[in-house]
């Protein structure tokens, strides 16, 4: 077993913003950056920003590839090359965190943190392994050294380091690149092929291969300049329950994600499925008749509760039986650019259980793939031309706590990355029998348009200035 000791010191953060230590800490170096907001736009208590990464798990061919930069954690090295899930496994298994006595930090401050793409449901379901193999599944997770710990509440930041002294960061001057350029943007498939693989899935379902089936669709266009201005455009435009700023090995992945994945906290599993979409208005005369039509709308109703039902089924996969709860139900919760409906769900953890399993039993969410799942991830396999990537996976945390099962994740929507000097999003749409192939196009146009509008600021950090993409 390896145990690491936190080390903490807090610090008046009220001259400081997450963003000004980012640039000043972090800047052009491999970071995270994770901030919430709630469903009103109110900011969330926690700000986290995280770097000098000490170890690094990545998935390669399905197999986990371990790279450490600590000499305490060389022993991790013997699982590289073990399947994934399992190598993960046995890592969390053998790596814990101790809090520092002094204080009582919240477990998001003992954790690994990153993404896991789409594709991991092939190794997660045997029976998807030939729709999604090995070669697509793509993950990374981190274990920083270092961790700013913004407490909003109370105007305190807290350094945390995993070091046997604590010394102090010491801020550089910064000055953020002024600019990047995004080139014209490719969509695949186009909107006459999204349309037509919607009737096509249509038929497929009338046949009774599948109640509803979320097809989707790739943005893609050529990209320079600061990937991180392009974060902070975006989360002025849409404030979400999960913004993220990942910088990490050949991928910087950002977001702001309005969709819990899976949550587990004190023993308590939570799930909130979002279906359910309309745009938001100019008035608000006209947003509240949107919402009440959303409501109203029987097909919105009708897929709604059929995601409830596979929220409650996965819930129950790992729940102590009995517990599986619905605590909101169909409730409209408003967004920068649109609205959802959504349910909450929660239950009790079964004795046994770790992080993995919780992550098994959910991954990949049901409101990103369709039902009966399985079924309809093979057909978003034979139907997406291609790999999803880090699209509809899940980003967030898994805790490190002795003794106890701590992880927040959310849905990988919402959200870009860029990569080998290309820049991509994706967005999709729940089609079932009755659906209109055009307005399917036009949700996955309603759902990216935040992105879109990130995309068109141009010129300094605080230029606000447009242009059509």
């Known amino acids: 077993m390896i145990n690491l000791q936190q080390k ?86 053998e790596l814990k965190v101790q809090p520092d006595p002094a204080f009582q930090l919240p477990p998001v401050t003992r954790a690994v943190y990153g993404y896991l793409g789409f594709g991991l449901g092939g190794l997660l379901e045997p029976r998807l392994a030939e729709v999604l193999p090995p070669e697509e599944a793509e993950a990374q997770l981190v274990l920083p050294g270092r961790i700013l710990l913004f407490d909003h509440l109370h105007h305190n930041c807290y350094y945390i380091c995993l070091d046997k002294e604590i010394a102090l960061p010491k801020p550089k001057p910064c000055k953020a690149r002024s600019e990047f350029k995004v080139g014209s943007v490719s969509t695949t498939p186009s909107q006459e092929e999204y349309q037509a693989r919607v009737s096509d899935i249509k038929e497929l379902i009338r046949q009774g291969e599948a109640i509803q089936v979320v097809l989707s669709t790739r943005f893609s266009a050529d990209f320079r300049g600061d990937p991180f201005l392009v974060y902070r455009h975006l989360r002025r435009i849409n404030p979400s329950p999960y913004t993220f700023y990942l910088n990490m090995e050949d991928i910087t992945l950002m977001g702001s994600s309005p969709e819990l994945m899976v949550k587990c906290g004190q023993d308590v599993l939570q799930l909130r499925p979002i279906a359910g979409t309309r745009h938001r208005a100019e008035s608000e005369k006209e947003d509240e008749r949107l919402a009440e039509d959303l409501l109203s709308d029987e097909k919105e109703r009708a897929e709604h509760v059929m995601l409830v039902d596979l929220g409650r089924n996965d819930l129950g996969r ?85 003794d106890s099962v701590n992880l927040d994740t959310g849905i990988t929507i919402r959200s870009l990355w860029i990569r080998d000097g290309k820049i991509h999003w994706q967005a999709g749409a729940g089609v079932v029998f009755d659906s209109v192939p055009e307005k399917e196009w036009e949700e996955c146009q309603n759902k990216a348009m935040a992105i879109r509008k990130a995309l068109t600021f141009t010129g300094g950090p605080d230029d606000f200035a447009h242009r059509q993409l």
């Open 8 to 93: 903490a010191t807090c610090l008046p953060a009220d001259t400081q913003t997450p963003v000004s230590l980012y640039l000043s800490l972090i800047g052009k170096e491999k970071g995270i950056m994770l901030e919430s907001s709630e469903v009103d736009g109110r900011l969330g208590r926690y700000s986290l920003l995280a770097w000098d990464f000490r170890l690094q798990l990545s998935c390669s061919e399905g197999k986990l590839r371990v790279k450490t930069l600590d000499d305490r954690l060389d022993g991790l090295k013997e699982m590289q090359g073990m399947d994934f899930i399992q190598g993960v496994r046995s890592v969390l298994a």
């Open 318 to 402: 790992m729940a102590v039986g009995g517990s599986v709860e619905v605590d909101k139900f169909m409730r409209v919760e408003r967004f920068s650019h649109v609205m959802h409906m959504t349910s909450y769900l929660s239950a009790r953890l079964k004795e046994g259980l770790d992080a993995l399993e919780v992550i098994r039993a959910s991954f990949p969410a049901g409101t990103v793939s369709g039902a009966p799942k399985i079924r309809a991830m093979e057909i978003i396999g034979e139907h997406e031309p291609a790999p999803r990537g880090p699209y509809a996976g899940a980003i967030g945390w898994i805790g490190l706590d002795k």
